[in-house]
């Protein structure tokens, strides 16, 4: 999930500034919301959400026989994951209501607010796999001394790609 997250910020996004928001459409219309698309990131974000609740669900109903210092990672997915469909609201209308848009300007505003939602969406997502995986951290999440580094890690990484982004783009 992180290396994909990095891939669409800092490589897709950037790319598509450059090529330009007609052509950004333009593929948005075969890939996102082509047929597979149309199936496939659906399932993918509101399984990943749904999985993140269900897990939270499960361990607070078996807390008894639960390592306590895991509370907060596991709800912090749950509440992350529900943070990252809430942005998926603001992108997804924005990438589908460019499918019968050929201006210019309204494209380029489009992708615009694409990127900053996907953004969003993307920074909330990174947090919700860690905790119940545990497999990317740097740092061992059960453990509340390394959680506040660790959710320092992902917001600097986050702020730096906000900030990179325009130096990227206008190479």
């Known amino acids: 999930m992180l290396a994909s997250g990095l891939n669409r910020t800092l490589v897709d996004m950037s790319a598509w500034q450059r090529v330009g928001a007609p052509a950004w459409a333009q593929f948005s219309r075969w890939a996102d919301m082509g047929a597979i698309g149309l199936i496939l990131y659906p399932l993918e974000g509101i399984g990943g959400a749904v999985l993140s609740i269900f897990a939270?669900?499960?361990?607070?109903?078996?807390?008894?026989?639960?390592?306590?210092?895991?509370?907060?990672?596991?709800?912090?997915?749950?509440?992350?994951?529900?943070?990252?469909?809430?942005?998926?609201?603001?992108?997804?209308?924005?990438?589908?209501?460019?499918?019968?848009?050929?201006?210019?300007?309204?494209?380029?505003?489009?992708?615009?607010?694409?990127?900053?939602?996907?953004?969003?969406?993307?920074?909330?997502?990174?947090?919700?796999?860690?905790p119940i995986t545990g497999r990317w951290s740097p740092f061992p999440v059960t453990n509340p001394k390394y959680l506040h580094e660790f959710s320092r890690h992902v917001f600097t990484c986050s702020t730096t790609i906000r900030m990179c982004r325009p130096i990227l783009v206008h190479q």
């Open 56 to 130: 939270a669900i499960v361990f607070h109903r078996r807390r008894q026989s639960m390592p306590r210092q895991a509370t907060v990672p596991i709800d912090a997915a749950a509440l992350l994951s529900l943070g990252g469909m809430l942005a998926t609201t603001q992108a997804a209308p924005t990438l589908l209501g460019t499918r019968h848009h050929s201006d210019p300007i309204a494209l380029q505003q489009a992708l615009d607010r694409f990127a900053f939602w996907g953004e969003c969406e993307r920074s909330s997502s990174l947090w919700p796999s860690a």
